[in-house]
T-cell receptor, first 116, second 115 residues
Framework: GDSVTQMEGPVTLSEEAFLTINCTYT??????LFWYVQYPGEGLQLLLK?????DKGSNKGFEATYRKETTSFHLEKGSVQVSDSAVYFC???????????????FGKGTKLSVKP | EAGVAQSPRYKIIEKRQSVAFWCNPI?????LYWYQQILGQGPKLLIQ????????DSQLPKDRFSAERLKGVDSTLKIQPAKLEDSAVYLC?????????????FGQGTRLTVV
């Protein structure tokens, strides 16, 4: 079945360092891909998404490109801040009923801590 | 715009007891989801509703879990009887198949501890 594998953490970086969190997937068909973020004490929030091959999703300085040839959707940010400390989840849409994209298969999550 | 509301935020019960969680989705969202997130893992879909009909419950342990969405708005998820391995955060999410944003919006979840 469909699955998502992401880099396990925790990841600890200094402020202004470069961030990469690897994510690869296995899926039939052409899923949409997502990165969700969970800040301490808060619910899951969509960070960015890409719906087809070669699309680049971006938000808040984060970017990820949908690479069909390598079945990857790596998350990157050029300069992290303390406020980026959170758990990041890669996900793919497992079913698309009439347009909704909430039937998701998640990776295990990567905890990022950014030190000042 | 109000987000997805869930209650209670925390619940502690003994094994073999029953428990229920409530979710109120974003107004107008036809699709509602319940996810289970065990500590250290990503969320796993339990059930998906489209309006008041079930479209995917393939991962719902139906011998002890049940869910309903009467009138196509609020939803409840019930566990009876609870087991120790049911300790997790239960997340509710909603989405709309129309418009520019069709992704899922999540509530803050209910943290269940079974002792």
């Amino acid at each position: 079945g469909d699955s998502v594998t992401q880099m396990e953490g925790p990841v600890t970086l200094s402020e202004e360092a470069f961030l990469t969190i690897n994510c690869t997937y296995t899926a039939t068909g052409y899923p949409s891909l997502f990165w969700y973020v969970q800040y301490p004490g808060e619910g899951l929030q969509l960070l960015l998404k890409a719906t087809k091959a070669d699309d680049k999703g971006s938000n808040k300085g984060f970017e990820a490109t949908y690479r069909k040839e390598t079945t990857s959707f790596h998350l990157e940010k050029g300069s992290v801040q303390v406020s980026d400390s959170a758990v990041y989840f890669c996900a793919l849409s497992g079913g698309n009923y009439g347009g909704s994209q909430g039937n998701l298969i998640f990776g295990k999550g990567t905890k990022l801590s950014v030190k000042p | 715009e109000a987000g997805v509301a869930q209650s209670p935020r925390y619940k502690i019960i003994e094994k073999r007891q029953s428990v229920a969680f409530w979710c109120n989705p974003i107004s107008g969202h036809a699709t509602l989801y319940w996810y289970q997130q065990i500590l250290g893992q990503g969320p796993k879909l339990l059930i998906q509703f489209q309006n008041n009909g079930v479209v995917d419950d393939s991962q719902l342990p139906k011998d002890r879990f049940s869910a309903e969405r009467l009138k196509g708005v609020d939803s409840t998820l019930k566990i009876q009887p609870a087991k120790l391995e049911d300790s997790a955060v239960y997340l509710c999410a909603s989405s709309s198949p129309r418009g520019a944003r069709t992704e899922a919006f999540f509530g803050q979840g209910t943290r269940l501890t079974v002792v």
